[in-house]
């Protein structure tokens, strides 16, 4: 056993610093037996240094991240700031001082993971970051080395709590979106701007990351195809309810077919209730990866909070330290297929749409002509008076076949323009089945 510790900087002590300098000192013994040689917290920059933090000697904070990062001896730098700078210059710094990295931000490494892990393996050191997705779920080592071996052809997670929340709650409790949001703010799961995650920029982060890893090519942030969940109504539940469905805001990662490209989305869908991504509540997140060799495999846990982020950021910690002491690195990027990824207009899959039109001859026709016309194979069909009364109006709900998601968009633009059609009340996409 090394008896001269591992020393750590810690570059951010808020909800998931402070808990990752917490287990650091209550688990030391235990951390020092795993690594085989003691670890010690030598500093631990903050913006805020009077802010009290219980368990923390006050003589290692420091508003001078760059300094504690050049001063020669530190091994190991946790990031836990989050956003693009300073993260991007102090994580760039920590390589060129010798120190490898371990970092929780999903949407640095989604906008600059390649420069990172080049910078990285230019010093010979490490770039672990299992807390940036999905929190404690273990995910990017399983799938960066457990299934090292095997092929990954599509990946379909709830990789946002937040939202998971909100949807869970319009499911079971029939609220509206604004009251289910409400609800997720009084307990502290959504922030005061819920935007990031609301509108799918946290989840498509996410989705970048692991399609890189999936797919072994390089997937930027700009790549993903994003749409938010703002737009979810009490409707769409009940219609997914009609069809044995339930909505959540998915991640989806495919591999083309034909295996010379790859596709990454971000949007809600409706998924059946028998797929095991509809029975992930409240703000749990799940990932669903199916592999050629292994099958079908589901991650599933707590992907947000203090502990269970801190969690991540210890096991990479315990990692990354191991192979300081074998004088060797884990694995890096690895962006070899350099598979391109397609636009969202060639993405096949089903669509559930609803149109609220005129009750009188003719409509239906004109409504299957028009997916016709744009090579959009109709499945099932339901017609029914407008609940509200309003007389000669009906809502239509079309339930699609596999189709490419160019030709429902035309379909969509040119229902749009019929003078039967007086809205098009949603659109979903049905996915997992
Ligand atoms: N805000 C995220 C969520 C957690 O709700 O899942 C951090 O990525």
Known sequence: ??????????????????????????????????????????????????????????????????????????DVVIEVIGGIEPARTLITTAFENGASVVSANKALLAQDGAALHAAAEQHGLDLYYEAAVAGAIPLVRPMRESLAGDKINRVIGIVNGTTNFILDKMDSTGAGYQEALDEATALGYA???????????????????????????????????????????????????????????????????????????????????????ASVREAYNAVFVEAEAAGRLMFYGPGAGGSPTASAVLGDLVAVCRNKLAEATGPGESAYTQLPVSAMGEVVTRYHISLDVADKPGVLAQVATTFAEHGVSIDTVRQQGRPDGVGNEASLVVVTHRAPDAALSGTVEALRKLDTVRGVASIMRVEGE
């Not at 500093?43 to 050049?70: F, H, M, N, Q």
């Not at 409707?235 to 990454?264: N, Y």
Request: aromatic share 2%; with cysteine.
């Open 1 to 74: 056993m090394r008896t001269r510790p591992l020393k750590v900087a810690l570059l951010g002590c808020g909800v998931v610093g402070s808990e990752v300098a917490r287990i650091m000192t209550t688990h030391a013994d235990d951390l020092t037996a795993r690594i085989g040689a003691p670890v010690e917290l030598a500093g631990v920059a903050v913006r805020r240094p009077s802010k009290v933090r219980e368990g923390i000697d006050p003589a290692l904070i420091t508003t001078d991240a760059t300094a504690l990062l050049k001063r020669g001896d530190i």
């Open 191 to 277: 922030e005061a701007d819920p935007t990031a995650d609301v509108e799918g920029y946290d989840a498509a982060a996410k989705a970048a990351i692991l399609a890189g890893i999936a797919f072994h090519t390089r997937v930027r942030l700009d790549d993903v195809y994003r749409e938010g969940m703002t737009e979810v109504s009490s409707a769409d539940f009940a219609s997914a309810k009609r069809m044995g469905c339930t909505i959540k805001l998915l991640a989806i990662l495919e591999r083309a077919a034909d295996g010379a490209s790859v596709t990454a989305r971000v949007h809600p869908a409706m998924i059946p209730l028998t797929h095991p991504l």
